[in-house]
């Protein structure tokens, strides 16, 4: 690519994770228009045009055709979902994922199908943390709630209960009492409140320590990690309520050192995309880790196979250079040829969630204010769960509402 040829950006997402990483790859001299697949985003609005007709994976050939027709350079793909489907394979032209006009997209920031099982199937992540020795919690599978409820009732604290597919960061339970387990159970495989993502169902021992998030960028080949955060999962303060998505971060954390960061890549990150080398898998994208740092040892809680959300506006607020070119640099197996720099100081997130979220986020209320907070010194506003109603104010659309960042 010639070093003064714009880049036409499609971004997949419509939340805060992607409102940040429009926002900054906005910051790039190179890139062009940027278009969004979700510009009823009021965030994405103001700064990405919108494709021009309905974005569906099971249309692939008109998504081609399209990123074809508007000269897409790169392509940046921002949820889980449309990874676990295929679209990264499909945009690159890989016919395994029904990718027929080869590759509509040159660059395609985000790993495959098969590597973003990691996040997609549990048990599949399990498998290849035993084939690699990675410490992790030790868990079991099941199919049958019979068989798991009895299974939790042996256990001498209630176990941590994961649907074993993909329900949008909410099919993990923490329950405190054995009560708290049953219902997590019946949730999940009587009730079937996450559908087929609770078709298996993953039963793990407790881990205690405190919980960071390792971010590295991957190529296949090389491993550059990132600055390390620290989510807030649990909705109220002092770590209380469900635990949700995601309630704010920082970064980085004290609660890592250099010593030990480096201990997680030695004994959780190489092996771990070598265990997928050995199965034939490819990774190129960002693999996060979500650890629990344990009297034994950092251990695996969860692999995700995208920036966390709301942990992405906090490295994009202290990520310094040319986003654009390091996401090529990764599509393109050139991790080892650029270098990337943070500011100085610490970003800290506060996510601001609608009234009875998680269960029954109360939608409709107008927000005011973002843009007098916008204006203080160091405050980054990125919508998540916004929408302009029909007079054009801005209202609450979802759970999780606004990402305030400071730094």
Not at 292 to 308: D, I
Request: aromatic fraction near 6%.
């Amino acid at each position: 690519m010639s070093d003064n040829q714009q880049i036409n950006v499609l971004l997949v997402g419509g939340g805060g994770r992607e409102h940040a990483l429009a926002w900054k790859l906005k910051q790039s001299p190179r890139v062009g228009t940027i278009y969004s697949t979700d510009t009823a985003n009021p965030g994405l609005a103001d700064l990405c045009k919108p494709i021009d007709f309905p974005f569906d994976l099971k249309d692939p050939f008109r998504i081609q055709r399209w990123c074809i027709a508007n000269r897409i350079t790169l392509a940046v793909i921002g949820p889980e979902e449309p990874l676990c489907a295929g679209l990264a394979d499909m945009l690159a032209g890989d016919t395994r994922a029904g990718g027929g006009l080869g590759g509509a997209v040159p660059h395609v920031f985000g790993p495959s199908k098969e590597a973003a099982q990691l996040e997609g199937n549990k048990e599949f992540a399990k498998q290849i943390m035993r084939a690699a020795q990675v410490p992790t919690a030790e868990a079991r599978s099941f199919t049958d709630f019979e068989s798991a409820k009895q299974y939790a009732q042996t256990r001498p604290e209630p176990p941590v209960i994961k649907a074993a597919g993909l329900a949008k960061g909410k099919g993990v339970f923490v329950p405190a009492t054995p009560a708290e387990a049953l219902a997590a159970l019946e949730r999940i495989m009587l009730k079937r409140e996450f559908g087929d993502a609770g078709n298996v169902v993953l039963l793990e021992e407790r881990l205690k320590g405190r919980e960071v998030s390792v971010f590295a960028l991957v190529d296949g080949r090389t491993i550059y990690v990132l600055e390390c955060c620290q989510d807030h999962k649990r909705l109220r303060n002092g770590a209380q309520g469900p635990n949700t998505g995601g309630m704010g971060s920082l970064c980085p954390t004290l609660a890592i050192d250099d010593a030990m960061m480096a201990r997680v890549q030695r004994e959780i990150l190489v092996p771990t995309i070598d265990a997928l080398k050995r199965e034939g898998v490819d990774y190129r994208g960002v693999l996060y880790a979500g650890l629990m740092l344990t009297h034994a040892g950092p251990k695996v809680l969860e692999f995700n196979v995208r920036f966390g959300d709301p942990e992405c506006q906090t490295l994009m607020a202290r990520w310094q250079g040319d986003l654009a070119e390091h996401l090529i640099a990764v599509a393109d197996r050139r991790l080892d040829t650029i270098d990337l720099s943070w500011s100085p100081g610490v970003s800290i997130c506060v996510v601001l969630a609608a009234e009875g979220y998680p269960d029954n986020p109360r939608k409709g209320a107008v927000i005011t204010g973002i843009d007098e907070a916008a204006k203080v010194p160091g405050v980054q506003v990125f919508h998540a769960g916004t929408r302009r109603d029909e007079q054009g104010r801005i209202v609450v659309a979802g759970g999780r509402v606004l990402s305030n960042v400071i730094g």
